[in-house]
């Protein structure tokens, strides 16, 4: 059984939103997800080696910048190995700004720099998820267990 960890960050609750959807979809195929909110959980980037497939939320600050609150994860990240490891990205974004849940680019290019050959899609969620949403984190998630056991094939 794969080992799964969600980490995200969420300043006003809708990445946290889409994790909570995310995480309850990956539950119903079985699988156990290990849950850490980056700011408030003790969550640091060598936890990343103890998993064999990440599911990794942030929100988009600044000018599509990465929020100040996973900035220190973002540079310890430097330092591990991921080669082999299944990734998928999501957070929510707003399109009022130019440089669109540019957060989620630039920790996807962290990713895979650190060895992460399957890094998967980007999920962006603009501001407070819809109903439609809602249906398209559901299917990320089953779309991110299902390469799951591909890879693991
Ligand atoms: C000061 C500020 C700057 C932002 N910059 C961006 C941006 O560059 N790109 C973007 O897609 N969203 C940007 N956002 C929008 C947030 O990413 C969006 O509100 C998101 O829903 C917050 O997610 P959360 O509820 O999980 O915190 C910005 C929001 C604020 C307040």
């Known amino acids: 059984m794969p080992k799964v960890i969600l980490l995200f960050c969420s ?3 809708n990445t946290e939103e889409m994790a909570e959807i ?3 979809n990956i539950n119903n195929h079985g699988l156990e997800v290990h849950t850490f909110q980056i700011d408030m959980d003790d969550a640091m980037a060598t936890d990343l080696l103890d998993y064999d497939a990440i599911l990794f939320g942030t ?3 600044g000018d599509g910048d990465i929020p100040y ?3 220190d994860f973002y540079d310890d990240m430097e330092d591990i ?3 082999g490891k299944v990734v998928a990205l999501f957070g929510s974004c707003d399109s009022m700004y130019p440089n669109y849940g540019g957060a989620i680019e630039t920790f996807s290019e962290r990713f895979k720099e650190r060895g992460a050959s399957n890094v998967l899609y980007h999920l962006k969620v603009d501001l407070t998820p819809d109903q439609d949403d809602v249906e398209r984190c559901q299917k990320f998630a089953d779309d991110f267990v299902e ?3 591909m890879y693991a094939e």
Do not use: A
Request: glycine content about 6%; aromatic content about 12%; hydrophobic content about 35%.
């Open 11 to 13: 300043m006003s609750g």
């Open 22 to 24: 995310i995480e309850s």
């Open 59 to 61: 929100y988009t600050w």
């Open 69 to 71: 609150e996973v900035e």
């Open 81 to 83: 190995d991921l080669t």
């Open 147 to 149: 390469q799951l056991h």
